[in-house]
């Protein structure tokens, strides 16, 4: 087994190795994240109702694994507290010394948006690979319905600080590679949907995340990656988006790699509000 191989199993778990271990005692706690930016309020709750793996059980994005919203220069999904997320936690029974798997649909960020949030807090945690849609190619079935009730558990106390993260300015700083994950025209400042100012931090380069799901929805092999990244061969890496959710599936695909990268949590919701922080535009 090569460097990747080995880095991409502790980011990563394949459906048919979940398949393999559920209803044994080695079975992780799965937790189904499925959130989409446009979705109403409760909608993915309401699509796990209608089908969801075996046993998983529902962790809400915007209530758990994002903190209130107040502070325009934390972005539009600032970091939760990590008394917010051990309580979003305890609810669900999630025994914290015992390793996660969360999943989504191919095409939404939650998945590694929850990787991040509970790597960040020392938690041990997979991603499954194609999500729910790799499930169901792979001939499984789902279940449907609320899960039994349970006992909420003893989370303890959670640290953050196990994955990197930049502040502003630290990113104005950073001497290394700065990665803005968001569309081309965005990046440009073409368009902006969303926030304040069109454009993208001075000195960052363009990696869109839509390039990194392969056509299955899974993450695309080392390689493909790689070529995608054009990264130079080594010093350090930090990535962005529009609010801190889409640039964790990137620095996902690094740490699949081996390589460690921080992240910008505001990103450009935060930089954006900061009529200090300077913008660029074109390429």
Known sequence: MGLDDSARERVLIGVEQLREQLGT?????????????????GAGRERYGQGHLPGARFLD??????????DPLQGRHPLPSPERVASGLAELGVDPGREIVVYDEPGSFAAGRAWWVLRWLGLDVRVLDGGLTAWL??????????????????????????????????????????????????????????????GHIPGAVNRPVADFWAADGTLPPADRLRSLLALPSDGPIAAYCGSGVSAARVVLALASLGIEASLYPPSWSGWSNDPERPVAVGE
């Open 137 to 198: 190619a792979a001939g499984h079935e789902l279940e449907a319905g609320d899960p039994p009730p349970v006992e909420p558990s003893r989370i303890g106390t959670l640290t953050p600080g196990h994955l990197p993260t930049l502040t502003a300015d630290e990113v104005t700083g950073f001497d290394g590679v700065l990665i803005d994950v968001r569309a081309p025209e965005r990046y440009r400042g073409e368009v902006e949907p969303m926030d304040p100012r069109a």
């Open 25 to 41: 005692a080695q079975a992780p706690q799965l937790l189904d994240v499925r959130w989409r930016l446009p979705d109403a309020p």
């Open 61 to 70: 994005l915007e209530a758990v694994l994002t903190g209130p919203h107040g």
